[in-house]
């Protein structure tokens, strides 16, 4: 088997395995913690995302650098620098997110959530942990850009799938056995988080080859990814915008528990993005190397069949959801009030993630030879003709 099928198949399990357990524990949270709760968690997904336009394009570049690097010996002293310098940018990022959503959580909490069963004190008391959440995760997804970029995906996955089990089930046991609180869920969290983050970094740092020196913050190295960095900055600056400005609209003009049903059928619509991710960050690292030798007879034929790909797997999928909305989340939660309330829903956001997922992988391929500008103008047109038109539908 190839490294590129491989990771694939390594990618597609561990990302599979954590989708299904992901929904699985999603009716025994709501049964526990209550619509609003739930609709709590749903608006802290879409504060991470927001708040991964921080990550300021950096988890990308050492991707493709590392995948790029990944087969010159000559290198490796360069590849330990690097790490060590968005290392250190990426904790203080991390903890500087952490004590801003702390210090403003009881602002959130008062005027920008609309909560009717949960009390003002509880939310602010969620938000403020949300915030200590975010910092102990924010690391990992620089150290798994890394070892996507080195191609040690199947570990990666055999990790993420092992700290997701953990997440998951002991996340369950919490509010069934310890506590039936959104702070319980929370704190637990944060635990799972921190080890991940520590456990994800020890694995990269003894993935890259041994050098002479001690790894050390460059300037210089830094400066070599800038414009390629803040390329992919401006692309998840518009993508944020695109994907997140309708949760942020309707958590704060809808109350908390419709909130909540919106969050169920998005959060079910962008488990196909447990298909799309896997198969973008298999190919990734190999495109970046293609690309990096002009090998573009090769490069064009793994292409083309990454395409076919994606498409095979994800439209049965994407019409299964479309046309079976309804029967699924009753299936799955049930809840007859539930599906009632998401299904419509869940079927306009499922057929618009599967179209979002053929367009992944030329936008992969753009990445692999550095090139930014097209997805630039592309997302910045779309914000500017359809975030007013998110901002007038979702209003009324």
Request: aromatic letters at 10%; glycine letters at 6%; one cysteine or more.
């Amino acid at each position: 088997m190839s490294l590129v099928k491989r990771n694939i198949v390594a990618n597609v399990i561990g990302k599979g395995w954590q989708a299904l357990l992901s929904l699985a524990v999603v009716p025994v949270y709501i049964h526990f913690l209550g619509i609003e709760a739930f609709g709590l968690i749903g608006f802290f997904l879409s504060l991470m995302a927001i708040l991964s336009l921080l990550d300021l394009g950096l988890g990308t570049a050492l991707n493709r650098q590392f995948a790029q690097h990944s087969t010159q010996p000559s290198k490796a002293q360069e590849m330990r620098d690097l790490l060590r310098t968005l290392e250190i940018i990426y904790w203080l990022i991390g903890i500087a997110i952490g004590v801003a959503v702390a210090a403003l959580a009881s602002v959130i909490a008062a005027f920008w959530l609309r909560p009717q069963h949960l009390s003002i004190d509880t939310v602010t008391q969620a938000l403020a942990m949300m915030g200590v959440a975010i910092a102990c995760q924010w690391p990992r997804a620089l150290y798994g850009g890394g070892l996507m970029g080195l191609q040690r995906q199947v570990a990666f996955n055999v990790l993420s799938s092992v700290t997701s089990t953990v997440n998951n089930l002991g996340g369950v046991l919490i509010v069934w056995l310890v506590s039936p609180t959104i702070q319980a869920f929370i704190a637990w969290s944060m635990v799972v988080s921190l080890i991940d983050s520590l456990l994800t970094g020890l694995l990269l740092w003894r993935s890259l080859p041994k050098a002479a020196k001690r790894p050390a913050f460059s300037g210089p190295l830094l400066a070599e990814i800038w414009r390629f960095a803040a390329g992919m900055t401006g692309i998840s600056v518009m993508s944020i915008v695109l994907t997140q400005l309708d949760k942020m609209i309707l958590v704060k003009v809808l109350p908390l528990d419709a909130f909540g049903y919106y969050s169920l059928a998005s959060r079910v619509a962008g488990g196909l993005s447990y298909v799309t991710g896997p198969i973008c960050a298999a190919f990734f690292p190999r495109f970046s190397q293609l690309a990096a030798k002009s090998d573009t007879q090769e490069l064009a034929r793994l292409y083309h069949r990454s395409c076919q790909l994606m498409s095979v797997l994800i439209a049965p999928l994407a019409v299964l959801l479309t046309l079976f909305s309804f029967e699924l989340l009753l299936a799955w939660t049930q809840d007859r009030s539930i599906a009632e309330n998401s299904h419509l829903m869940l079927s306009l956001l499922a057929l618009g993630t599967a179209l979002n997922a053929i367009a992944s992988l030329p936008y992969v391929l753009q990445l692999a030879y550095g090139w930014t500008r097209l997805a630039l103008v592309v997302n910045t047109a779309a914000v500017l003709l359809l975030a007013p038109l998110i901002y007038f539908m979702s209003v009324r």
